[in-house]
């Protein structure tokens, strides 16, 4: 619990953003090799480095310190693949906005993008075994850009899967995410949640077709999908990785979010993926 197991979720995140942003300009379904250039992380992975970085100085999540670190990393490299309403609300925190103005004022209600799941495992590694404070410490994550209930129920629920994910190895993976969401506030991310457990073993095509897998770039449309998909593969990140990229959808988005739940974890990384993957500052 603590540093070491957050910076193992961070490179577990990142090498599934990194390979899941292959597969955007052509299917992970044609692939029989994989790219020996170096594989750029994205969005995903720079908004994570800034929630180790707060969790690292702070301990928890401050969220004033978070917000600037958020805006921060955006002047530096905003060509990221920040989508357009976060490159809107990350420039207006840099300028000196505060978030607690800007965030609910983004989309009517507040956005209830992924964009609060991806970057959030880490927390739940930092609070390894703990979900209780990992809900609280990624919901205070989460609102800072997501003022939307879904979009922190999304952060949720992959915070408290990455807490939880190392002890339930006995459990079946309809077991799994009921515990899980048993943390998760009331929320159509919480009703995907429970209904991932109706979804056969073995087909993640079934699986992003009944609960979605990015496409609308929405919580409750991306990190049910992702859960089913840890709850089959807690022992095998290779395969977790290429099964979730196979399925389409926001691919590196989702491969993060696997990732990052499956990297605190797993005892050791696929060295040759670490070796093409652009290197963490």
Not at 38 to 62: C, F, K, N, Q, Y
């Amino acid at each position: 619990m603590g540093r070491e197991d957050a910076r193992r979720s961070l490179e577990g995140l990142a090498l599934g953003d990194a390979f899941g942003q292959l597969f955007f300009a052509r299917g992970a379904e044609t692939f029989d090799h994989l790219d020996p250039y170096p594989w750029r992380w994205t969005d995903d992975t720079h908004m994570a480095l800034s929630i180790v970085e707060v969790l690292e100085r702070h301990g928890t999540i401050d969220q004033d310190a978070l917000a600037r670190a958020f805006a921060r990393r955006f002047s530096e490299e905003p060509w990221r693949g920040y989508a357009g309403g976060a490159a809107r609300l990350l420039r207006g925190l840099f300028a000196g906005g505060d978030w607690r103005v800007l965030s609910p004022a983004l989309f009517p209600g507040g956005s209830y993008g992924n964009g609060g799941a991806m970057r959030v495992a880490p927390i739940g590694a930092w609070f390894l075994g703990d979900p209780k404070r990992a809900a609280e410490e990624a919901a205070r994550s989460a609102v800072v850009t997501h003022a939307h209930p879904e979009g922190q129920a999304g952060a949720i629920a992959v915070a408290v899967a990455t807490s939880l994910v190392g002890g339930l190895q006995s459990l079946a993976p309809g077991d799994v995410l009921e515990e899980v969401a048993r943390h998760v506030p009331s929320s159509k991310t919480r009703d995907g949640i429970l209904a991932a457990r109706e979804v056969p073993a073995g087909d993640a095509f079934a699986a992003a077709r009944t609960l979605g897998c990015g496409l609308h770039v929405s919580a409750q449309d991306t990190v049910p999908f992702c859960l089913w998909m840890v709850a089959h593969h807690r022992d095998d990140f290779e395969t977790a990785l290429w099964r979730t990229a196979r399925a389409g959808g926001d691919r590196d988005t989702t491969c993060a979010i696997v990732g990052g739940i499956l990297g605190s974890t797993i005892e050791f990384l696929p060295e040759e993926w670490l070796a093409r993957r652009e290197r963490l500052p």
